[in-house]
């Protein structure tokens, strides 16, 4: 069984390295910073609600007709992990690049 990860506890993981290295303060970390945190609640909620509402979604014609889709929210979720990723590599060559 896979062990739960606490994001929010990572991203504090990821402030005190920019503390530790002095960069805490410079404008490119923290707005990257802050684009990082947003990503993290916005996959949050897309995970809740692709638990809620399933994997697979079921639209409804004018004529009445279902058609069963995979649900939007993976997609944005699989889109947005991506880009939290690529902030966390632009963190971490922030940090290391201005230590």
């Known amino acids: ?9 990572q991203a504090k993981k990821i402030l005190k390295i920019a503390e530790k290295h002095g960069v805490e303060q410079n404008f490119f970390f ?3 910073f802050k684009r990082y945190q947003v990503q993290i609640n916005i996959l949050g ?3 809740r609600a692709i638990k809620e509402q399933g994997m697979l979604v079921t639209k409804e014609y004018v004529k009445g007709r279902q058609n069963v889709y995979t649900n939007p929210a993976i997609s944005e979720y699989n889109k947005t992990a991506t880009a939290a990723n690529q902030t ?3 963190l971490m060559k922030i940090i290391t690049t201005l230590r």
Do not use: R
């Not at 069984?1 to 506890?9: G, H, P, Q, R, Y």
């Open 30 to 32: 923290i707005t990257a």
């Open 88 to 90: 966390v590599v632009t």
């Open 1 to 9: 069984m896979a062990t739960k990860v606490d994001l929010n506890k």
């Open 45 to 47: 909620n897309l995970e």
